[in-house]
């Protein structure tokens, strides 16, 4: 049979889910391009700077958490990924 699925466990719901969350991510980037541009602040430099910080700071134990659970696997990262200053 042509089920279109490729003989994936998810097929088309799968497929779909997928396209769902490209869509979601395309409408939040523009959203946020548009604001930035509406509301830009004086120093870009030091807004990103600091959008960086925060989401280091706010991202990193999150991730340390998943590692540790064993949900995401960090070990393939090496050097260039920071696997070589965390691990």
């Given at each position: ?44 430099l030091l ?41």
């Amino acid at each position: 049979g042509g089920g279109g699925g490729g003989g994936e466990s998810g097929g088309l719901h799968a497929t779909t889910g997928g396209a769902l969350l490209c869509l979601c991510s395309a409408l939040l980037y523009a959203c946020y391009t548009v604001l930035l541009r509406a509301l830009a602040p004086t120093d870009l430099l030091l807004f990103f700077g600091l959008v960086g910080a925060f989401n280091a700071l706010a991202l990193a134990p999150l991730v340390a958490v998943l590692h540790v659970t064993g949900a995401e696997d960090l070990s393939r990262l090496g050097l260039a990924g920071g696997g070589g200053i965390l691990g």
